[in-house]
C-alpha cells in the first residue's frame, strides 16, 4: 500500500492563480481531511469528508473548496490564491481498512509546501 | 465546539529528565483524545491514543474528565524524543481537532 499520497510536494503560485492541491489514499478510508500547518497555530482543519459525496467545513474553509468524487481521492481546490494561503498543506485519511477492523488512526501524506507570492 | 488547548510552544529538557506535556480540551461529548508526533522531515503519526491504555516508546497519557486534561508524560527523556507533539480530539461526525503543539527539546 502506498498509504496516503499528495501531490505536488511544492508549489509557488502567484496572487490570484488558481490550483489544486491533490490527495489520493488506497486504503478504503471513508474518513478524509485537509490540513494546513503555520508555525504557532498548529494544524488547523480546513474541510473534511466522510466519505463520497460528502464535505463538511473546517475551522478555516475560507478561499478552499473541496469535492469527493470517489473514495481514495479529495482534491483541495485554492480558487484564487492569496499571500495568506502561504503554508503546509496536509492530507489525512482514517476509518475502515479493508479486511481489518476499524481503525481511528489518522494516516497523514507528506504534505504540500504551497507559497503564494 | 470542541477545541484542544496545549499551553506552551516549547518545553526543553534535560536528557533523563521527566517530561510533561500538557493538553487541555473542551468537549460536550465524550470524547476521543490522540497524541500524534512530528520528528523532523517526517510524517505525523500516531503516537499513542487514551482507550487502548497503552504505553508507546516510553510515553503514557492518562483521560482525566474532571479536569478535561490528557497530559503526555514520559518518565525518563531521550535526545530522539526531540520533535513536535500534537494532541488531537475526535468529536462529533468524526471531525478531528488537533492542538498548536508543543516542541520537546532534549538536551544532552
Known amino acids: 500500500n502506498a498509504g496516503v499520497t499528495q501531490t505536488p510536494k511544492f508549489q509557488v503560485l502567484k496572487t490570484g492563480q488558481s490550483m489544486t492541491l491533490q490527495c489520493a489514499q488506497d486504503m478504503n478510508h471513508e474518513y478524509m481531511s485537509w490540513y494546513r500547518q503555520d508555525p504557532g497555530m498548529g494544524l488547523r482543519l480546513i474541510h473534511y469528508?466522510?466519505?463520497?459525496?460528502?464535505?463538511d467545513q473546517g475551522e478555516v474553509p475560507n478561499g478552499y473548496n473541496v469535492s469527493r468524487s470517489t473514495t481514495e481521492d479529495f482534491p483541495l481546490r485554492l480558487l484564487s490564491a492569496a499571500p495568506s494561503q502561504t503554508s503546509v498543506y496536509f492530507c489525512?485519511?482514517?476509518?475502515?481498512?479493508?479486511?481489518?477492523?476499524?481503525?481511528?488512526?489518522?494516516?497523514f501524506g507528506p504534505g504540500t509546501r504551497l507559497t503564494v507570492l | 465546539a470542541q477545541r484542544v488547548t496545549q499551553p506552551e510552544k516549547l518545553l526543553s529538557v534535560f536528557k533523563g529528565a521527566p517530561v510533561e506535556l500538557k493538553c487541555n480540551y473542551s468537549?460536550?461529548?465524550?470524547?476521543?483524545l490522540f497524541w500524534y508526533v512530528q520528528y523532523s522531515r517526517q510524517r505525523l503519526q500516531l503516537l499513542l491514543r487514551h482507550i487502548s491504555r497503552e504505553s508507546i516508546k516510553g510515553f503514557t497519557a492518562d483521560l482525566n474528565k474532571g479536569e478535561t486534561s490528557f497530559h503526555l508524560k514520559k518518565p525518563f527523556a531521550q535526545e530522539e524524543d526531540s520533535a513536535m507533539y500534537y494532541c488531537a480530539l475526535r468529536g462529533g461526525y468524526q471531525k478531528v481537532t488537533f492542538g498548536t503543539g508543543t516542541k520537546l527539546q532534549v538536551i544532552p
Open positions: 468537549y460536550s461529548g465524550s470524547p476521543e
Open positions: 469528508s466522510v466519505g463520497a459525496g460528502i464535505t
Open positions: 489525512a485519511s482514517s476509518g475502515l481498512t479493508s479486511g481489518a477492523s476499524y481503525t481511528d488512526t489518522q494516516y
